[in-house]
């Protein structure tokens, strides 16, 4: 599937605590997301890159960093995770720019927080 | 900001019926995309619509672009057991500034089938 991991794919941490949570592309796309799962309400976009060093905001950004320093590797950070965070977070990648634009997701991180 | 309903939520059908489900944006999409997720899997691109009123099929899928490019549908005809999972149709903001790269995706609709 497109050649990406998240790692790890379940994690339990109490809140107050720093959570990172890595994709790793093997293909070279310079464009990745991440997103978040919730029942009720589908997917949502957290932060995505369209390169090494390029990152903007989506629609649920408070609470979370990202950073890319390499083109296969995009981070989400929680700073100091709460219990609202708990959810399931799926990275994504668009072999783009141009035409088509699907995208292409990983197996996804279970992310509880106690 | 840009938002996408679908319905039904759920939708619970016998083997061999049909189902559908409708997506609609709020403001005119470049393109649409439509995806599905296995139980505890991940979402699978299935097809992409770009163009006002197209229609598309994928074997017993169905999907079609409004002639206004804000809605949407995904049509199975004669389900399986197979055709379980959850729906999800995505659109791309024709008025993002060039920025074709953000989806916004609709809550989906899962789907269950009785054999």
């Known amino acids: 599937d497109a050649g990406i991991t998240q790692s790890p794919r379940h994690k339990v941490t109490e809140t107050g605590t720093p959570v990172t949570l890595r994709c790793h592309q093997t293909?070279?796309?310079?464009?990745m997301y991440w997103y978040r799962q919730d029942p009720g309400h589908g997917l949502r976009l957290i932060h995505y890159?369209?390169?090494?060093?390029?990152?903007d905001k989506g629609e649920v950004s408070d609470g979370y960093s990202v950073s890319r320093s390499k083109t296969e590797d995009f981070l989400l950070t929680l700073e100091s995770a709460t219990s609202s965070q708990t959810s399931v977070y799926f990275c994504?990648?668009?072999?783009?720019?141009?035409?088509?634009?699907?995208?292409?997701f990983g197996p996804g991180t279970r992310l509880t927080v106690t | 900001g840009q938002q996408v309903m679908q319905i039904p939520q759920y939708q619970h059908v016998q083997e061999g019926e049909d189902f559908t489900t409708y997506c609609n944006s709020s403001?005119?999409?470049?393109?649409i995309q439509w995806y599905k997720q296995r139980p505890g899997g991940h979402p699978v691109f299935l097809i992409q619509?770009?163009?006002?009123?197209e229609v598309k099929k994928q074997k017993r899928l169905t999907f079609q672009f409004g002639e206004a490019k804000k809605n949407s549908s995904l049509h199975i005809t004669a389900t399986q057991t197979t055709d379980v999972g959850t729906y999800f149709c995505?659109?791309?903001?024709?008025?993002?500034?060039?920025?074709?790269?953000?989806?916004?995706f609709g809550k989906g609709t899962l789907l269950t089938v009785n054999p």
């Open positions: 994504a990648i668009r072999p783009g720019p141009r035409y088509p634009y699907e995208q292409y």
């Open positions: 293909e070279n796309h310079r464009y």
């Open positions: 890159s369209y390169g090494v060093k390029d990152t």
């Open positions: 403001t005119t999409l470049s393109n």
């Open positions: 619509l770009v163009k006002s009123g």
């Open positions: 995505a659109g791309v903001a024709l008025n993002s500034g060039g920025s074709n790269y953000k989806l916004t």
